[in-house]
Every structure is written in structure tokens, then in C-alpha cells.
């Protein structure tokens, strides 16, 4: 191991050419420990990627104007077409097959810093559930603990972490028992991170002694999953599918046998869930065809004079909205991983606090920084036979981005508390309504008592009927 001597040479070695020894400047008046610090961020620098995306996308915006051919995306329908019922039934079959054949692993990307949440701490361990109050890592553990009882298998959860929050989530897994999951059944590894750049690209420092660095978005995951060598423990146990998705999503369903019936029957390398649009402009990826290529754009690259237009019986033309829900085959992920494949690069422009020329601490009030990332859902148009299929948003998806409003906490409580409503009258139960239709009772029905419709009408006899304002948990 080089000493700090030998280290600071080296650094110097790199940032001096490329005029980034400013963030050296403080050395003499650093302690130690803060030496070795600024030594461990400076030397994780990948400057083989970053000296070719300087250039284009820090000092200068990348041109992310739409060429080529663009047209809808093929997908498969939420309700199969009479000439679809033979292959959605296989699929299901197939799929469960998969799951109980151990084919099939959970992986959550919760790398991510949470900044519109504002909650300190992981996100995972926000408390989410309307009644029981249960963070997204239990539901999510409990949903994977359910689905490996319901098909007599061990399931393993995968959730990659960025240094930003590691230690905290393992640190919260362990206090709660990783919710009764067995711990070799839960693999936490930790994605990469980017240095932050101010506009004339230079790096910036969050302190004499840290670089401002930040997560390599979760595109990340495909070269983490490598480096950690989750992707070689999934491969020693077999797994050949991972079922990926967002830390921020309770309503998830990772286990759904027809999503994963239809990739392998089709041979897909990566499969992506999508929802209709709620409105011509919603903030979502828009999942096209590009040049022949399953493609997510995302909606501030989108020309609005596509998301407007329509067909002749009136629905949107582009009209397929990107859940970040996911299947990837894991050799998928150790193909494009093996060679110098690199997903494209994103820039975004934000606020980052910095110390100044002064040795001050600026926290500015509108964007000062380029943040560098890449996206998972860029690497479909590298896949094989990659498959979209249509889901009902209000059973899968409910983003919590936000406390109030729009993609909030509050708005996946109500969501939550919808689902279980639909799913009792589904079993036959009698659920008291407002006179606006919505719920007038409070229920959570925990992945322990039914992971779905179909589990929960087999359990109707357990359910008390239902009054009006009450609140009832099902567990
Ligand atoms: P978001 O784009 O919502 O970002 O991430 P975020 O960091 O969670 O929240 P904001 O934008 O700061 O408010 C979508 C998903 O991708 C994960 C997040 O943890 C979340 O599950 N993610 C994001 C990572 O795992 N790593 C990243 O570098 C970025």
C-alpha cells in the first residue's frame, strides 16, 4: 500500500494536467485522516470516462435532438387478444416455473439520494404502509419472503446502495432483521459515484478534505452488479432473471409470472413494464421505437409535437409511459458488462453546496453543478428480443418522490388503500364508499397475508366485514 506521500504524488499526476489541482489546495492546513479521505475520493476518479465526457457534456450540452425513424413501441396488452390467450396462459405457467425453479431474483436500486423526499436516511426506510406504518425495505422483504413460500423456494434480494447511504441501509436491514428474510438471502452492494463539476469543469469540493460526489445513477447497477460480484453470486446460485425495480414503489409486483412467463418464452434479453400515459406530457419516459430499437426517451427529450399527437380513433399515437420496472437476463448483464460497453452518459444540472476560493461554504440557490449519470432503461436497444408489456398503473405503480402532492407519500398511501379496496370487492367483499367513490375505510393488507386479488379471495373467510371509517390491517 503506497503511502500518503506517494499517493498525493500520484493524484497530482492526474489533476495537474487536466487543471483539477485546485481541490489540493488546502492540503497543508488538513489533518490526517482528512488527508487519506481526500486521497480515497481523488483516486476513485474514473478519469478514462470522464476526460472523453468533459468535453461534451460538462462543457457543453450534449445534443439530444431527435433523429431517425420514431414510432410507437409493439407491446403486449394488458388483456391479451383472442389471439393472445393460448401464449398469456403459457407465459403464466412458464413464468411460475421460473420463479419456483429459483430462476428468478429480486434486485432494488436504492443507490439514490432522495432529495425531493427531503428524509434523512435511506428511503427505504421511510414508513410508507397506511396503517401499519411499514417501511418500503419490509414491504419489499415481506413480498419477497411471500413469494418464496407461495412457490417453496428461496428468493435472493439484491439491493444496490451508493457510499451516499450504504452504510445506513445495511445498518437499518440488520437492526430489523433483515424482516425475516435469512441473511444470505439479502445481498447489499454499493454502486459507484461521479465527481460534481461547476460550469467551467472544474471539480468541486463539499469540504477541504471531500470531493462533491455523487451517484452514477442507476445505470450504475450494471457495472455494480459486476464489480461487487453480485451478478457471480447470482450466477452460483443459479438465478438467470432480475427482476428489477425502484426503492420508491409499493406497489411493486416483482413476482408476476405472466411479465416473466412472456421474457422467456420470447427469448428477451430485457423486458420493461409500461402504463398509458396520464397525460400528453407526463413526466415519464416515453418507450418508442427508434430506429427499430425498443428505446425509453425521456420526457424532457420528447418534442411535444409527438406526445400530442394522435391516432385516428383519438388515443395518444406515443402513449407508453416507463414504470422502471424491469426484467434483465443476467446473461444480459454479464454480455454488455464484459466488454467496453458503456451506457450513454446524462447530464443534469443542480444544486450542489461547495467550498469557495475563500475555503467558505456556498450553499446557492439555483443550479451551480453538472451532475454526470446514466439511465438502466438505456441499456434496452442493446438487448435481444427485448419485450414491453401494458400493466394497470393503478395495481403496480405509485411513486413516492415528493411528501405532498403528485408522485408523494401522501398519494401512494391513498394508492395503497385503493388497491386493497379493489382487491377485497374483487374477493366479494363489501368496502364503504364516499359519495366521490373513493374508500371510506383505511386498509392495508400486508404481502404476508396475500400477495394479490387471487391470494386474497382464497382467505375471505379471515377478512371482518368492513364498516364505514374503519381501519382494518390485514397481516
Ligand atoms: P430518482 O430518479 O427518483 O432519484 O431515482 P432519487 O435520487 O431517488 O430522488 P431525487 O431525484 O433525488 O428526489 C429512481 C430510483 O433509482 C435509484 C433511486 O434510489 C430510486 O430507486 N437510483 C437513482 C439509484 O439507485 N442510484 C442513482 O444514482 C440514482
Redesign the pocket.
Known sequence: MPGTDERYRNCLVNLRPRGQDHVLRWWDGLASGERERLLDDLESIPWDVLDKLIPTHVLSQPNTALVGELLPAPIYPRIPGPDQQTLYEEAVRVGRERIAGGKVAALT?????????GFAGP?GAVPVTPVGGKTLFQLFAETVLAAGRRYGVSIPWYV?T?PANHYETVDFLVRHHFFGLPRRDVIVFQ?GMLPAFDFAGRLLLEDKHRLALA????G?VLKALLRSGALADMQARGVEVISYF???NPLVKPFDPLFIGLHALTQSEMSTKVARKADDLERVGNLCLRDGRLTVIEYSEFPEIHARVQNADGRRRFDAGNL?MHLLDVGFVQRITSRSFELPCRRAEKVVPFINDDGSLVSPSTPNAIKL?TFIFDALPSATNPLALEVDRTEEFSPV?NLTGVDSLESAKHDQIRRACRWLEAAGVKVPRDPNGEPDVTVEISPLFALDAEELATKKDQIPALKSAATVYLQ
Open positions: 436500486v436504492a443507490g439514490g439520494q432522495g432529495t425531493r423526499l428511503k444496490m451508493s454502486q451517484p452514477d445513477g442507476h450504475g425502484q426503492v420508491d422502471a449519470e418522490k
